[in-house]
C-alpha cells in the first residue's frame, strides 16, 4: 500500500511540492529521483511489469522493487521468459 503523500519524497525524504509513483515499487518520489530511476538498466523492465499488470486488471501492482541505483532486480534471463509471453487475453 502506498504511504500517504507528506510532502516529502519518500526515497530520499527531500521536501517537494511535485511528485510521481515509482515505476519499481509505491513510493512517491520527487523529480531528481524519477530521473534517476528512469537512467536504471533495469527502467524499461519496470515499466513493462507495471504496464502488463494494469493490462491483466491488477491495479494494485507493488512492482518489482526498487534495487537502489547501483543494483539490477534480476538477470535479463529471468524476465526474457515473462516478456516474451503476450499480455492480451487474446493470445491466450
Known amino acids: ?20 509513483m515509482s515505476k519499481f515499487n509505491v513510493d512517491l518520489i520527487c523529480p531528481k529521483c524519477d530521473d534517476e530511476e528512469r537512467c536504471h538498466p533495469d527502467f524499461p523492465l519496470a515499466a513493462k511489469a507495471e504496464m502488463d499488470a ?11 522493487g526498487w534495487p537502489g541505483l547501483s543494483t ?18 487474446e493470445a491466450e
Open 72 to 89: 539490477v532486480v534480476r538477470a535479463p534471463s529471468f524476465w526474457e521468459g515473462i516478456f516474451s509471453r503476450s499480455s492480451s487475453p
Open 1 to 20: 500500500m502506498t504511504s500517504p503523500w507528506t510532502g516529502h519524497c519518500h526515497r530520499c525524504q527531500k521536501r517537494t511540492r511535485i511528485h510521481t
Open 54 to 64: 494494469v493490462l491483466r486488471g491488477d491495479h494494485h501492482f507493488p512492482g518489482i
